[in-house]
């Protein structure tokens, strides 16, 4: 008896909650607290998607990224490669081999923005060799680094908004705040140290609120990767894309996310083996998920120019 008259007033505050997104209001701590502690999955997804709607109405967009490995970076651009962004990912050894990594990026992405590491990364390589976070990162820019590729807000302590100031001031956009790890799948905590980073900063256009880490023993449910996107775009407002990773969590997850808050779509292939034919590949499969959930599929490149066709070697279409 307790349980349903339990379950009745949860029913009654989601509606209040979903009265009020209606109108526009912004939501706090404690509503994100019971959207998660909820199970009705289709009035926080049309919440999430009302307010994703509002945002940008139907327009969707992708990223196509190449990547590479700070220790593995390849001698010449490999073949069927059409890419908005080349990203370096892993820690790099040091301050020359990140320079190094960026260099060589730079020489094989004809013209595509190159990003690269965490901001927690640069910041160990900064204190490794005994330089400012600001030196390091403007040598990776003179080396023709164009963003920072992440800031986990996770991880990213106190200082955090003085490390992102400092990698600005160097001249490299930080513009995508992502989770390392997220132990609780009910967490509310990233979600709100991205919109309290927004608050400090600014400048910050997407957030990816599932985590780049998993459990392999408790690995979180589709389930929860929904009301953690939807959570997070109704949390966050201050920040104008809400993103969810095409590699990583597979297209039938991301395609669940652009309607439940989602408005953007990192990490899809770049690469092309021409095997399957141009109907199966990855930019139609992108262009055709986006479309099936009645949604406008936009290309975009690592710094946001929208129209960019993957080519390279010069400015794309606005």
Same mark, same amino acid.
């Given at each position: 008896m307790e349980d349903d008259q339990r379950g009745v007033e949860s029913v009654s505050a989601l509606d209040g909650l979903a009265e009020r997104v209606t109108a526009g209001a912004t939501i706090t701590e404690a509503d994100a607290r019971l959207m998660l502690a909820s199970h009705d999955l289709i009035a926080i997804g049309v919440m999430g998607d009302a307010v994703r709607r509002r945002l940008h109405g139907a327009r969707t967009t992708f990223v196509r990224v190449f990547e590479i490995h700070v220790n593995a970076p390849p001698a010449g651009r490999p073949l069927h490669v059409s890419a908005g962004e080349f990203r370096i990912i892993g820690r790099p050894a040091s301050f020359e081999a990140a320079v190094k990594a960026v260099g060589a990026a730079s020489a094989i992405a004809s013209g595509v923005p190159v990003t690269g590491f965490s901001l927690i990364d640069l910041q !160990?390589? %900064?204190? &490794?060799?005994?330089?400012?976070?600001?030196? /390091?990162?403007?040598?990776?820019?003179? @080396?023709?680094?164009?963003?920072?590729?992440?800031v986990p807000v996770d991880l990213a302590g106190d200082a955090a908004a003085d490390a992102v100031n400092a990698a600005r001031?160097?001249?490299?956009?930080?513009?995508?705040?992502?989770?390392? @790890?997220?132990?609780?799948?009910?967490?509310?905590?990233?979600?709100?140290? #991205?919109?309290?980073?927004?608050?400090? $900063? *600014?400048?910050?256009?997407?957030? #990816?609120?599932?985590?780049?880490?998993?459990?392999? $023993?408790?690995?979180?449910?589709?389930?929860?990767?929904?009301?953690?996107? #939807?959570?997070?775009?109704?949390?966050?407002?201050?920040? &104008?894309?809400?993103?969810?990773?095409?590699?990583?969590? *597979?297209?039938?997850?991301?395609?669940?996310?652009? +309607? $439940?808050? %989602?408005?953007? /779509?990192?990490?899809?292939?770049?690469?092309?083996? *021409? #095997?399957? !034919? +141009?109907?199966?590949?990855?930019?139609?499969?992108?262009?055709?998920?986006?479309?099936?959930?009645?949604?406008?599929?936009?290309?975009?490149? @690592? /710094?946001? &120019?929208? *129209?960019?066709?993957?080519? !390279?070697? !010069?400015?794309?279409?606005?």
């Open positions: !160990g390589v %900064a204190s &490794e060799s005994g330089q400012r976070l600001d030196a /390091v990162c403007s040598a990776l820019r003179s @080396a023709g680094l164009a963003a920072v590729a992440e001031s160097a001249g490299l956009a930080v513009t995508r705040l992502t989770v390392h @790890a997220l132990p609780d799948a009910r967490a509310i905590e990233p979600a709100v140290r #991205a919109r309290d980073l927004q608050l400090a $900063t *600014g400048g910050f256009r997407v957030f #990816a609120p599932l985590p780049r880490t998993m459990s392999v $023993t408790e690995p979180s449910s589709g389930y929860d990767d929904v009301k953690q996107v #939807a959570m997070a775009r109704l949390l966050a407002a201050n920040i &104008e894309s809400i993103q969810v990773d095409w590699a990583l969590y *597979g297209p039938k997850l991301a395609q669940v996310a652009l +309607t $439940t808050g %989602a408005d953007d /779509v990192d990490n899809v292939a770049a690469q092309e083996s *021409g #095997a399957l !034919g +141009t109907r199966r590949s990855s930019l139609e499969e992108i262009r055709g998920n986006i479309r099936a959930a009645g949604l406008e599929p936009i290309e975009r490149n @690592a /710094v946001f &120019e929208c *129209g960019w066709n993957g080519a !390279g070697g !010069g400015a794309p279409a606005e």
